[in-house]
């Protein structure tokens, strides 16, 4: 007879390793280790002690059908709870991204007018084509950012500066016309007057939601959209190019 824990177990003689009359499966050492002899064949030699027993539960429990069903609703009711959750957050950080590109590009734009008193140049060249969609790519140049303008929203993205003169706050705007400017202020007109030059961010085949999202932060729903696809006031304006299409997202940066 060995005791092991509390109790008395007996090796029988044909090697199985019983108490109260049914074999031990489970056996840990005295460090508390999981298994040492598990479902231990009866002419099995007895490994060397010293062994206690874990004294709660039978060594042959299973858990019934009722625990597994009661476990697998637990795990779909957390599952339906933490997966929208989950996509939620992913979303937001595609969205806040975005944000803070146009931050980080529009600290670039103010740092290079500063060193160059213009907007529309290239590390102190004047810029001859105008639009030009790559003015992310001279502030990279000019070593004001650390990569060029990448949403993770749409498709493609870019850094716009274009002339503005002869912008008028008389003009209605519309996110289909970008030479309509921007209606920062909300009453429908433009309001990019007075200025040479504008910067403003692309971003090409943006969904629905994900452009309204955009916009419900940088804008707020109430300069958002009015009708389906189309946002004509404040910073983000967008509108479906041929009706269906995915959306062209304008953000406006700054002017000068
Ligand atoms: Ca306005
Ligand atoms: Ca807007």
């Known amino acids: ?42 002419n099995s030699p007895i490994p060397h002690g010293p062994y206690m027993t874990r ?15 009661g476990v697998l609703a637990v795990i ?9 959750k989950i996509f ?5 950080a595609r969205i806040n991204q975005v944000v803070l590109s146009c931050q980080t590009i529009k600290t670039a734009v103010l740092e290079h007018y500063g060193k160059f008193q213009s907007l529309a140049s290239s590390n102190g060249v004047p810029l001859t084509t105008l639009p030009n969609d790559n003015f992310d790519g001279v502030l990279l140049a000019e070593g004001l950012i650390d990569q060029t303008f990448t949403a993770k929203i749409g498709v493609t993205s870019f850094i716009r500066v274009r002339s503005v003169t002869g912008f008028s706050a008389n003009t209605t705007v ?5 030479s309509s400017g921007y209606d920062l202020d909300g009453d429908g007109m433009n309001d990019i007057v007075g200025a040479q030059y504008l910067i403003e961010a692309i971003i090409v085949q943006v969904s629905d939601a994900d452009a309204r999202d955009l916009n419900n932060i940088l804008d707020g729903p109430q300069l958002g959209e009015t009708t389906s696809g189309q946002d004509f006031k404040g910073r983000v304006t967008y509108h479906k190019p041929s009706g269906s299409n995915p959306l062209v997202v304008r953000i406006y940066l700054t002017h000068h």
């Open 1 to 42: 007879m060995l005791r092991i824990g509390i109790e008395p177990v007996i090796f029988q003689d044909t090697g199985c390793y019983v108490r109260g009359g049914k074999r031990l499966q489970v056996v840990f050492d005295c460090s508390k280790r999981p298994l040492v002899i598990e479902r231990l064949a009866c």
């Open 55 to 69: 004294n709660s539960r039978g060594p042959d429990h299973a858990f019934t059908l009722i625990e597994m069903i």
């Open 76 to 84: 779909a009711v957390l599952a339906a709870l933490l997966i929208p």
């Open 88 to 92: 939620e957050s992913i979303n937001n």
């Open 174 to 178: 519309d996110p289909a016309v970008p």
